[in-house]
C-alpha cells in the first residue's frame, strides 16, 4: 500500500495563533504533539473536511504536528494505522465503523500510543478513545426553520449509512420540523456510501418525486438534487450556502476543535485518552451550531428558534438523542 501521507507546511506566527478560536489559544502552551490522521474518504468529504480543518487549526496554533492519509480502504485501514504508530505518533485519529475490530487489535499492541477513533463502540483500555458526530442540536434547530415552509409537508432526509451517529442526527430534524408541525410527514434513503455525490443526488430527487419539498442532506449531493428541481435543502456538518444560495437555507454545523483540544490536552497531561469524547460536539462546548440565511426563511419562525437555541445553549433543554433507524 502507498500512503498518500502529507505533511503540511502551515500558517504560523503570532497574527495566526490570534486569529484561531479560543479553546485553542488556551491549549498551546505545551510542546506540539505528534498526530497522525487516517482518513477513509477523500478529505473533500463533508465530515472528513470538519475534522481536517479542526487539524490544520491545531497545527496552526502549535499545538499538534498534523500528517495524514486519505481514501485508506477498510483492507488497509490496520496497516496505515500500524504504520503510523511504528513512525512514533503520539496520537493516531481515525474512523473505525468499518473496521471495528481491526482498530482495536492495533490499539492493543501499541499501548503507549493514544488512538481516539470515531465509532458506534465504547472506549476500550487507557489508550483506545472514542467520540460520535453529535450536530444534532443544530439539525433540531434546523428542523424547527424547516417545519413551516413545506407546501407538500413532506420532508426528506438522505443519508450514508443507517449507523446511530447517522441515524440520531436524521431523526433529530425530524423532531424539530414535527415540534412546530405535528402533522409532517417524512421520506429517507440511504445510500450505502459515505461519498458518493451522484448516488446521492439520486436518492434526493427519488424523494422530490414522491413529494418532497425540503430535504435534509446528511451526504454530499443531496443538494444538488434539491438544485435540479428547485425545492429547499439544508445541509450537514459544513456551510453549502455559498455553493447552492438559492437552495439551502440552514446548515447543521459541526466542529470538531474542541474535541481535538481535549485529547491533546489529556496526551500533553499523560492522562489516559480511554474515555469516550464525543461530549465536545455538543453545544455547550462550541462542538456544533445552526447557521441560516434569515431572508429565506419565514420570520415568525425565527423567534421560537432562537429561543430553543438560547435553552440548548444554557443546558435547559435536552435535544433527544434516538439513534434508531429512520424509515
Do not use: C
Not at 490499539?107 to 477513533?117: K, N, R
Not at 467520540?131 to 426528506?156: K, P, Q, W
Not at 459515505?194 to 422530490?208: G, L, S, T
Amino acid at each position: 500500500m502507498t500512503l498518500k501521507s502529507t505533511r503540511r507546511t502551515l500558517m504560523t506566527g503570532a497574527a495566526a495563533t490570534l486569529a484561531l478560536p479560543a479553546f485553542l489559544r488556551r491549549a498551546n502552551a505545551q510542546a506540539a504533539i505528534r498526530v497522525a490522521g487516517v482518513h477513509a474518504s477523500p478529505v473533500e468529504n463533508a465530515w472528513n473536511s470538519r475534522v481536517h480543518l479542526a487539524m490544520q487549526e491545531a497545527a496552526n496554533a502549535s499545538l499538534i504536528e498534523y500528517e495524514f492519509s486519505e481514501s485508506v480502504a477498510a483492507t488497509d485501514y490496520p496497516r496505515a494505522m500500524r504504520e503510523y504508530a511504528e513512525a512514533g505518533m503520539q496520537l493516531i485519529w481515525g474512523e473505525s465503523y468499518a473496521v471495528e475490530r481491526e482498530a482495536r487489535e492495533v490499539a492493543a499492541d501499541y499501548a503507549g500510543t493514544a488512538f481516539l477513533m470515531g465509532s458506534s463502540g465504547g472506549p476500550q483500555g487507557d489508550n483506545f478513545g472514542v467520540f460520535g458526530t453529535r450536530n444534532h442540536e443544530a439539525a433540531y434547530l434546523a428542523g424547527m426553520l424547516a417545519g413551516t415552509m413545506s407546501e407538500s409537508n413532506v420532508y426528506g432526509s438522505v443519508g450514508g449509512y443507517p449507523i446511530p451517529e447517522v441515524n440520531l442526527l436524521i431523526n433529530a430534524f425530524r423532531m424539530g420540523v414535527s415540534e412546530v408541525n405535528p402533522d409532517a410527514t417524512f421520506l429517507n434513503g440511504f445510500i450505502g456510501a459515505w461519498f458518493d455525490p451522484a448516488r446521492a443526488q439520486e436518492a434526493a430527487i427519488a424523494q422530490i418525486d414522491a413529494g418532497a419539498d425540503i430535504l435534509f442532506g446528511e451526504r454530499i449531493g443531496t443538494a444538488d438534487g434539491a438544485q435540479a428541481r428547485g425545492v429547499k435543502a439544508i445541509g450537514s456538518l459544513i456551510d453549502y450556502t455559498p455553493r447552492y444560495p438559492d437552495t439551502v437555507f440552514a446548515n447543521a454545523i459541526w466542529n470538531y476543535g474542541p474535541t481535538i483540544a481535549a485529547v491533546v490536552a489529556d496526551v500533553q497531561a499523560g492522562n489516559p485518552v480511554g474515555r469516550d469524547y464525543t461530549e465536545y460536539s455538543f453545544m455547550a462546548h462550541g462542538g456544533n451550531e445552526l447557521v441560516y440565511v434569515p431572508d429565506m426563511v419565514p420570520a415568525d419562525a425565527i423567534p421560537d428558534m432562537e429561543a430553543r437555541r438560547a435553552m440548548i445553549e444554557a443546558g435547559d433543554f435536552e435535544v433527544p438523542i434516538d439513534p434508531a433507524e429512520p424509515a
